[in-house]
Nanobody
């Protein structure tokens, strides 16, 4: 079992930046993929970005060029650096880990507004 705790959300103006963190604990050695998904009000949860345990990264079109996922394996943490944020990025962002089962964090709110 893997437990995930996210942090780093908040209110930011359009064009601003935020860095989200996701700390994993438990059976971290079994994790094959970690990533982020988001869910805006009234919409389905959508995939944003993921990184495999051999550091292969893939991004949704909406995230390319603006978001970067990276890992600090010494801290069992995955980060999502988000730059040039837009109002349409407003959502609850969830960290996800794929191991022998799928684990989700509790979510962190990101609001982009002037």
């Amino acid at each position: 079992q893997v437990q995930l705790v996210e942090s780093g959300g908040g209110l930011v103006q359009p064009g601003g930046s935020l860095r989200l963190s996701c700390v994993a604990s438990g059976s971290i050695g079994s994790i094959a993929v970690m990533g982020w998904r988001r869910q805006a009000p009234g919409k389905q949860r959508e995939w944003v970005v993921q990184v495999t345990n051999n550091d292969y990264r893939t991004y949704a079109n909406s995230a390319k060029g603006r978001f970067t996922i990276f890992r600090d394996t010494s801290q069992n943490t995955v980060y999502l650096q988000m730059n040039d944020l837009k109002p349409e990025d407003t959502a609850v962002y969830y960290c996800k880990a794929v191991a022998s089962s799928i684990s989700w964090g509790q979510g962190t709110q990101v609001t982009v507004s002037s």
